[in-house]
């Protein structure tokens, strides 16, 4: 078999394919056996119905060669993408050309493939990235975060304030005079917007006797609609919260550190681990988004997108299913409206095609390789994962056409790696940051009591926001980032 290509209008691509007439017998050979073993003719055993008795039955020899055609073809595709280096990107429009009735067959198959995008300036980027060093003034918060756990409510001799706790009675009622929120003794912390914001407000500055009056906006449950709440609230007390000095007793009491140095000097450990890690996610955002921002957008193909709409679709519909809930219920329970929704997923999508296509366009400008051995080591990798033998992977991927997907995504990757060594780095100051302030020293590896890290990278990467979640270096209780193939 022979493979040819060249490029048609557009990002399109026209794959010429001669198979000898040799092959072609074979592949007859193997569909008349095929078809001995399935089809039941009386006097016939399976497996020896004579071909001419199966060429009577399917219609002549002419409907024989179409049928065995038809399920040839589609591995003579996949094995000429693989010979010449094409990841298309949508189904093929196939013409046979020559051989639908005798001899060797010739078919082109034309091919939407990614466009090589334009990605000017990529190599004068510049990417903004949180400070990775450690404050004195981040230890101190940590400190009072452990000060807070331990912390006691006494009398306040004055008006309420954020981060007071306040006794109330609040009671609620509709304008038709049914009552929807009533507690008595209710334990609440000024700022905390867990009822209504507009309490809050009401709170602040209050003194112990006060009856606050007030209304409010709503939602109510389930569909989302607000409605307008008279509140009532009786102030009964109003406490604040007296933190612990901060002596090596307390240390002792709070940690596993017997003086404030120690606790202090752990905690600069960990927040300094916590900090890298953060700029690290920070600066490949930041990187992937500036690349993308080079792409236009009418240079996105619409079927990449489409595509992206409906894997993300499908990977959030599988994680609901995890827990129980349908796409449908999940948008009831978030208050989303469908449309709103799938066009917040669109632009996500638009989003995540253009950094796929900026990184293919920096790996052809750089010139990035990616050899036969490197393609091998990952079709290793992927047997590992899948518990499946590499061979049996590999032909997979080759039956699918899928061996310069794997290659593709590879140089995807150095291109990455490209970029992330190539970016101008500076912190919310504007100074630079080093690659190697990003670094993460061995002795950084600080460890919980537990024995666990001092947070896990997947809870510092805050899913897909890469946001550090607050508390992720001090723990409340203790004291101190495809040619995949399915199985």
Known sequence: MRASSETVEGNKVRLSVEVDEAEVDRVLADAVRALSRQVRVPGFRPGKVPRQVLEARMGGAAALRTEALREAIPDFYARALADAEIDPISPPEIDITSGQDAGALAF?????VRPVVPIPGYAGLKVTIPSPKVAESDVDA????????DAELVEAERPARDGDHVTIDIHGTLPDGEEVIGADDFLYEVGSARVVPELDDQLRGSNVGDVLAFSANAPSAPSGQERDIAFRVLVKDVKEKKLPEVT???ATEASEFSTVAELRADLRGRLAKTKIVQAQLALRQGALAALAELVEDDQVPEVLVEEEVRERLHDLGHRLEQQGLSVGQFLQLTGMAEEAFLADLRTEARQAVKSDLALRSLAEQESLEVGDDEVDAEIDAMASRLQLQPAVVRE???RGGRIPAVRSEQRKTKALAWLLDHVEVVD????????????????????????GLVADVDDI?????GEVPEGAVVDAGSGTDDGEVEA
């Open 108 to 112: 082109d198959a034309v091919v939407e």
């Open 142 to 149: 940590q400190i009072d975060r452990l000060r807070e756990t």
């Open 248 to 250: 090596d007793e307390w």
């Open 396 to 398: 997979r991927l080759r």
């Open 428 to 451: 919310e100051e504007g100074a630079a940051v080093s690659r190697e302030e990003l670094r993460v020293d061995e002795s950084m590896e600080a460890t919980h009591p537990s024995g």
């Open 461 to 465: 990467a805050g899913g897909a926001t």
